[in-house]
């Protein structure tokens, strides 16, 4: 069973960066079945896909227009987990943020538990 | 302002069947896959359909999808109480290069 675990600060500061974590269980960061991806759902957007890894031979990642100026996703191999990193917040990115795995570089079958990050001084 | 296009709500009475559309265009809905995902508030989005009308284990056959050009829908029948929740239709979008989703629809079960 797939299990991934978020970790990171629920409060940001305007104009720095945020930071998540997604540990995963129950499957390799480096599979050439899944890629793993980075989403976030607000009331007022409902849900946004940010970004995403995968590894084919070698590393690969495609990131949302929207976001594309500001966003790291990096994968650490040594502790089969990936990360999310966001510069220059404001608070219209604050969300609800998810980590999932997309199981055939497809379906979103597995999702983190959510991280609420609120983007305010 | 989403790239794919629901209606903000749909309701029905329990056993009544229930239809939720998602329009899109050539470029996402026409030419990949469509997936749909129910949201039940404080918990994650849970996968209800993968390749435009695929439901994986565990899911009933009460939902199931379609899709018909740059359109799709989710079909809900026996509706339940428990189905009340947010519905979103996603899609890979090669324009973009990206994923991406509709609004979003508010189910109600009266």
């Known amino acids: 069973q797939v299990q991934l675990q978020q970790s990171g600060p629920g409060l940001v500061k305007p104009s720095q960066t945020l930071s998540l974590t997604c540990a995963i269980s129950g499957d390799s960061v480096s599979t050439n079945n899944a890629a793993w991806n980075w989403i976030r759902q607000s009331p007022s957007r409902g849900l946004e896909w940010l970004g995403r890894i995968y590894y084919r031979s070698k590393w690969y990642n495609d990131y949302a227009v929207s976001v594309k100026s500001r966003i790291t996703i990096n994968p650490d191999t040594s502790k089969n987990r990936f990360s999310l990193q966001l510069n220059s917040v404001t608070p219209e990115d604050t969300a609800v943020y998810y980590c999932?795995?997309?199981?055939?570089?497809?379906?979103?079958?597995?999702w983190g538990q959510g991280t609420l990050v609120t983007v305010s001084s | 302002q989403s790239v794919l296009t629901q209606p903000p709500s749909a309701s029905g009475t329990p056993g009544q069947r229930v239809t939720i559309s998602c329009s899109g265009s050539s470029s996402n809905i026409g030419s990949n896959y469509v997936y749909w995902y129910q949201h039940l508030p404080g918990t994650a989005p849970k996968l209800l359909i993968f390749?435009?009308?695929e439901r994986p284990s565990g899911v009933p056959d009460r939902f199931s999808g379609s899709k018909s050009g740059t359109s799709a829908s989710l079909a809900i029948s026996g509706l339940r109480s428990e189905d009340e929740a947010d519905y979103y239709c996603?899609?890979?979008?090669?324009?973009?290069?990206?994923?991406?989703f509709g609004g979003g629809t508010k189910l109600t079960v009266l």
């Open positions: 999932v795995r997309a199981m055939d570089t497809d379906r979103f079958d597995y």
């Open positions: 996603a899609s890979w979008d090669d324009s973009l290069s990206g994923w991406v």
């Open positions: 390749r435009n009308n």
